[in-house]
């Protein structure tokens, strides 16, 4: 979503609305993001969609008509408590999804039924070198139980390493949509622009990459859009999944 869909001011262009509503009424349109369920059921909902989405980097299902969890796959209580005591001692900061509540600090946890950790540096305006060293670094809370994925903010400036359960990310949670939507990941386009894609890009027909995603992510991706700024993912709508513009 962060780079793809918004921009770094959080906001959808006209014409992303515009195209991706009208795309949603011929296929099923669904957003893919680590952000809480939240904000990506609000923004499907800005976007006309009410089809089953996907938030938590992967670990929730959710139906933005009602807020309502579809599918969730939990961290260990454990395993959540240690990760984010680590977190302080690296000087990270984080953000946990506890249900459908977003917490930022130990006290805002509620229940423990977390889904996802994202971590980040303090300082957005560190240098992005150093931030990356850091997020980078702390992979290795990973374990037998916890998968680490990193991905880039909408700016590029702040790196991020989501916890998730082990084998949970986009792409699973790709394969469980497909399989409730009924379609075929081979006619699945998906657009993305960070290092958390990468996991979805390696099971969709079509990756296709925006115009800032870094060379690592390009490389995972069939094909390259402009960036989020030149409204990218109409110009993937127009050519991959409308290219004779049957519906626009």
Known sequence: ??????????????RVIEAVGRASKHVPVAIASGREPADVARYAR??????????DNGARILNPVDNSTIEAHLLDEADARSIIAALGPR?????????????RSVADIETWQITVIAASTY?????????????????????E???????????????????TRKGVDKGTAL???????GVSLDGVVFVGDSL??????G?????????????????????TVGDVYEDGVVEAIERFIAPTGQFF
């Open 91 to 103: 000087g990270m900061r984080f953000f946990a999804v506890d249900d459908w509540h977003l917490a």
């Open 1 to 14: 979503m962060d780079g793809t869909l918004i921009n770094a001011q959080d906001a959808l262009s006209l």
């Open 196 to 201: 958390n894609d990468v996991e979805a890009f």
């Open 175 to 181: 394969r469980s949509w497909a399989r409730r939507m």
């Open 123 to 143: 300082d957005r305006d560190a240098p992005k070198d150093f931030q990356e060293a850091t997020v980078r670094a702390a992979v290795d809370l990973a374990s």
């Open 46 to 55: 800005e976007l006309g969609l009410k089809t089953p989405q996907i938030s």
């Open 145 to 163: 139980q916890v998968a680490a994925i990193l991905s880039v903010g909408a700016d590029g400036k702040r790196w991020y390493v989501n916890y």
């Open 203 to 223: 099971v969709t027909g079509l990756p296709v990459a925006m115009g800032s995603a870094s060379d690592e992510v390009r490389a995972a991706a069939t094909e």
